[in-house]
């Protein structure tokens, strides 16, 4: 398993895996799935610290990861948001934990000191993964989505990866 940067031929399989969780599950908040435009955006930012990876093994995508942006301030700099889709088909192979901990390291070098991850409370598969890992429940929020007739909670994990402050 490996992690590349995200390049325009990775789209369509890339919005292919996220529209089943839009349709289909309760992890993503969007209720419409995304054409290819707005997963274009989501993913291709152009900003050098916050970034997509494809999550590949040999030659197959199975995934996808995010570095984003934390708070449009500042002082946030040195905090990033982590995201991670893996493939339906591959759900439950470990490929979750392996791609979380090569983003760790990736992140590491980009010198980001605190990974925040916010995740539907539905999301137990997810909890596990970052708990498992040593991210801490910081935040969690009741009802502040709504999707398939039903109020949602979200909680935020937060793990600190960094010894230095950003600069």
Known sequence: ???IEVSEQHL???QAIYNYYVSHTTVSFHTEELTLDEMRSNV???HPRYQTYVIEDRDVIIGYALLTQHKNKQAYDGTAEVTIYIDPDYVGSGIGTKALSALELQAKALDFHVLVA???TENERSIRLFERLGYEKCAHFK?????FGRRLDIASYQKIIGQEPYH
């Open 118 to 120: 916010t995740i539907c």
């Open 1 to 3: 398993m490996q992690l």
């Open 143 to 147: 009802e502040v989505g709504y999707k």
């Open 44 to 46: 291709m930012n152009g």
């Open 12 to 14: 369509a399989q890339l």
